[in-house]
């Protein structure tokens, strides 16, 4: 329980020094969100689908690329609280990704307004 409760801290502390980041990319997502929302004819349920992809290939890339970016390897992951979190954080990336996926498809799959 320890372990669990000392990430969130880390996790807690580093957005913390990130959040002008953290802000603009919440602000280019509502942003993205306004301009779907007001495009006449937004696929949403098509843009899931996109999104759904997007999440995937995220959070896979991300299982991929975090130990090497950290100077380690999957070969170090020898605790479960090691793997707990590199699938939390390739998680949370696939979640980001979906969000920021999510509008741009429902856009680019929009349908013809019908008169």
């Known amino acids: 329980m320890y372990e669990i409760w000392l990430v969130i801290n880390i996790v807690w502390e580093i957005a913390l020094d990130l959040w002008p980041l ?10 993205l ?7 006449r004819g937004a696929n949403w349920r098509g843009g899931v689908k996109f ?5 995937v290939l995220a959070a896979v890339a991300t299982v991929l690329w ?3 970016a950290t100077q ?12 707990a ?3 939390a954080l390739a998680a949370g990336f696939g979640l ?3 969000a920021f996926a999510w509008p741009l498809g429902a856009m680019a799959g929009s349908r013809r307004a019908t008169p």
Do not use: C, E
């Open 66 to 68: 975090l130990p090497g």
């Open 96 to 98: 980001v990704a979906a």
């Open 22 to 31: 953290l802000l603009g990319a919440a602000v280019l997502w509502a942003a």
């Open 51 to 55: 999104a759904l992809g997007a999440a």
């Open 85 to 87: 979190n590199l699938l």
């Open 72 to 83: 380690a390897s999957l070969a170090d992951m020898a605790y479960w609280v090691d793997w």
């Open 33 to 39: 969100m306004v301009t779907a929302l007001r495009r």
